[in-house]
Each structure stands twice: as C-alpha cells, then as structure tokens.
C-alpha cells in the first residue's frame, strides 16, 4: 500500500519516524532558493524547497524536465551553494562536497578517458589513500555485478553507453559513503538492463543501509525502488506531493495497488509536464 501526502514540511528540527520511533533526519534542506543567470536575466530554478530525508531511506525525485531536480541535487551534495535557505547532513551544515559522506552518480558517467574501467572505478578510493591491492579488490568486486567482468581493461572509448554508466555507478559506490545522490544513474540503458539494475541498486541498498535519493523522470522505476516519492513543480522547482511507498518487494506494477500508485503519481505530475512542455523547457 501506499500513502499520499501534501508537500514535506518547512526547516527547522525535522523528525520523521522509523519503526515508531522519532529520528532526526539524515537530509534536511531549508527553505531552498536557486537561480541560475542568463543573458535575459535571472531563471528561477527552485523555490522554497523543504525537504527531509531519513536515515536508510530510499526518496525518488519525480518531476518534469527543467523543473530543478538535478539542482537540488548538486546543492545537497555541496556542488551549488543554494540563493538562499541551507541544507543539513547529520546535523552539519553543507558548505561544500564531502566525499566521506556523500557519494554522486550524474547523468553524465564523466569517466577520464586515459583510464581503464576499473582504473575509474578506483579513483576516489586512490583519493583517499586506499592501498592499491585494496582499491583493485573493490573495484573488481563491483564491476562483476553491473555486468563489466571482462571489461576491467577497457578504456571509455571502448565501452558502449550503458556499459559507461554502470562504470560511474560503480565508481560511486566504490566510496561506500553513507549517502549516495543519484542522478537519472539508468536513463541511458535499455529497458532490460535499466530493471536489473534497479533490483541490483536495491540489493546493495538494502545490504548496506545507504540513504539515497534518486532522480528519475519514470513513474515505473519510481515505484519499483522507492520507499517515497516526492513529486515536483514545473519551474521553478516546489514540492507539490509526496507519497509513502509500503508495497512488498519484490513489487509487482500488474496489482491494484502498484495501478494506484502509477494512477496517483501521473494525476500529480501530469499538468506539471504538460506546463513545462508549453514553456519549451
């Protein structure tokens, strides 16, 4: 089942629950502004974001395109300093990228050229210090699963663009950060790829506890992941609805309660695209 709900409540100490107990939350962005300057002025991209994340808990960002769900992205991870409002990690306040703490996958795997598969794997591991032996023990260890056994030497010229991706997903679980930010990570592979690596991402999800909030324009992925769903504005990005996912896994999107779902999400992101679409966004 699943349950529907207004827009996520404004700053200040936010607390949710897990199990019937209060925690604080593990994300929490305030009051978030943003806007981005052109050559015709200003183009708000959010407004007035508030939003709470919960220790080791999986939130989808649902929205149209250009509704500001990478921005709010590249603000939590400490990429963009928002106009105004702040975000929170485990009490501390972000003025910049933390990589213990927080791991990203873009649209754009962004893989250095002049490194094998595996070589890109490793980077931030080499970052960090890790031991050779070590960060190549890792980096196999993650490759094998997406799929990329064989591929360890490989440059990013060699591999297709799916193989690419899985790359850089790999790359950022390899920094075994407590939080993982995940942007579009599967828009580029096939549809078959695109399930299975779904079922891999919640198997890791579910072995390691990560909090992760994960960007995607597909009501179908955002309901086989999610333990939530937040849904967007058109731009400038608001939160309009946010939806509590509590259908067994493995989930079936054939029963009456995942229909309901997909209805419910589409009745709430529909006039959104249909207005970002009229704007030429």
């Given at each position: 089942m699943y349950h529907a709900g207004a827009g996520s409540p404004a700053g200040g100490t936010v607390r949710g629950t897990i199990l019937g107990v209060a925690t604080p939350a593990h994300i929490d962005v305030r009051g978030v502004r943003k806007a981005w300057p052109t050559r015709d002025g200003a183009v708000a991209a959010l407004d007035d974001i508030s939003l709470t994340v919960l220790p080791h808990e999986f939130l989808t960002i649902l929205g149209p395109s250009g509704c500001g769900k990478s921005t709010l992205l590249l603000i939590i991870g400490g990429l963009v300093p928002p106009d105004a409002g702040e975000v929170w990690i485990a009490g501390q306040r972000v003025s910049g990228?933390?990589?213990?703490?927080?791991?990203?996958?873009?649209q754009d795997p962004g893989l250095f050229p002049w490194r094998t598969a595996l070589e890109n794997v490793e980077f931030g591991l080499e970052l960090q210090g890790v031991p050779a032996r070590r960060r190549r023990e890792i980096a196999r260890s993650l490759l094998e699963p997406v799929g990329l056994r064989g591929f360890e030497a490989r440059f990013p010229k060699e591999l297709s663009g799916g193989m690419k991706q899985r790359v850089?997903?790999?790359r950022a679980l390899a920094l075994d950060a407590p939080i993982l930010l995940m942007d579009e990570p599967f828009g580029a592979l096939d549809e078959q790829t695109r399930l299975l690596m779904g079922e891999w991402?919640?198997?890791?999800?579910a072995r390691t506890k990560k909090t992760v909030v994960f960007?995607?324009?597909?009501?179908?992925?955002?309901?086989?992941?999610?333990?939530r769903i937040v849904v967007m504005t058109s731009r400038p990005g608001r939160i309009k609805a946010s939806f509590a996912v509590t259908l067994p896994a493995p989930r079936d999107l054939d029963t009456g309660p995942a229909a309901a779902l997909r209805a419910d999400l589409w009745a709430a992101i529909?006039?959104?695209?249909?207005?970002?679409?009229?704007a030429g966004l």
């Amino acid at each position: 089942m699943y349950h529907a709900g207004a827009g996520s409540p404004a700053g200040g100490t936010v607390r949710g629950t897990i199990l019937g107990v209060a925690t604080p939350a593990h994300i929490d962005v305030r009051g978030v502004r943003k806007a981005w300057p052109t050559r015709d002025g200003a183009v708000a991209a959010l407004d007035d974001i508030s939003l709470t994340v919960l220790p080791h808990e999986f939130l989808t960002i649902l929205g149209p395109s250009g509704c500001g769900k990478s921005t709010l992205l590249l603000i939590i991870g400490g990429l963009v300093p928002p106009d105004a409002g702040e975000v929170w990690i485990a009490g501390q306040r972000v003025s910049g990228p933390d990589p213990a703490r927080l791991a990203m996958a873009f649209q754009d795997p962004g893989l250095f050229p002049w490194r094998t598969a595996l070589e890109n794997v490793e980077f931030g591991l080499e970052l960090q210090g890790v031991p050779a032996r070590r960060r190549r023990e890792i980096a196999r260890s993650l490759l094998e699963p997406v799929g990329l056994r064989g591929f360890e030497a490989r440059f990013p010229k060699e591999l297709s663009g799916g193989m690419k991706q899985r790359v850089a997903i790999a790359r950022a679980l390899a920094l075994d950060a407590p939080i993982l930010l995940m942007d579009e990570p599967f828009g580029a592979l096939d549809e078959q790829t695109r399930l299975l690596m779904g079922e891999w991402l919640l198997g890791i999800w579910a072995r390691t506890k990560k909090t992760v909030v994960f960007v995607t324009h597909s009501l179908q992925e955002a309901i086989l992941l999610s333990q939530r769903i937040v849904v967007m504005t058109s731009r400038p990005g608001r939160i309009k609805a946010s939806f509590a996912v509590t259908l067994p896994a493995p989930r079936d999107l054939d029963t009456g309660p995942a229909a309901a779902l997909r209805a419910d999400l589409w009745a709430a992101i529909r006039e959104e695209s249909r207005r970002a679409l009229e704007a030429g966004l």
